[in-house]
Nanobody, 117 residues
Framework: QVQLVESGGGLVQPGGSLRLSCAPSRSIFGLNEMAWYRQAPGKERERVSS???????SYADFVKGRFFISRDNAKNTVYLQMNSLKPEDTAVYYC???????????WGQGTQVTVSS
């Protein structure tokens, strides 16, 4: 079974930067989109950013201009560069992979990002 392995989370001061990475344990058949979601305590999971096979990226309004998603198609690895971090960015960040064939969705185990002074 494919697993998405995330790394790069941690504790950072407000205004700082972190870079998250996500790589599948093996090649994913039918992969067409990779994305990042996040979930803060007591809140629903929300989509942060996504990127297609062709490099088309989208961002939630609350991260536009601060977060940047990129993808290495050869490695099926997706990155999330997070700049100008704010305390409200504190959450568990989850990697997501969408496919055109079943099971259609893969999720990582999550990585904690804490923004605090």
């Amino acid at each position: 079974q494919v697993q998405l392995v995330e790394s790069g989370g941690g504790l950072v001061q407000p205004g700082g930067s972190l870079r998250l990475s996500c790589a599948p344990s093996r090649s994913i058949f039918g992969l067409n989109e990779m994305a990042w979601y996040r979930q803060a305590p007591g809140k629903e999971r929300e989509r942060v950013s996504s990127i297609t096979n062709y490099g088309g990226a989208s961002y939630a309004d609350f991260v536009k201009g601060r977060f940047f998603i990129s993808r290495d198609n050869a490695k099926n690895t997706v990155y999330l560069q997070m700049n100008s971090l704010k305390p409200e960015d504190t959450a568990v960040y989850y990697c997501y992979a969408g496919t055109t064939v079943a099971p259609y969705n893969y999720w990582g185990q999550g990585t904690q990002v804490t923004v605090s002074s």
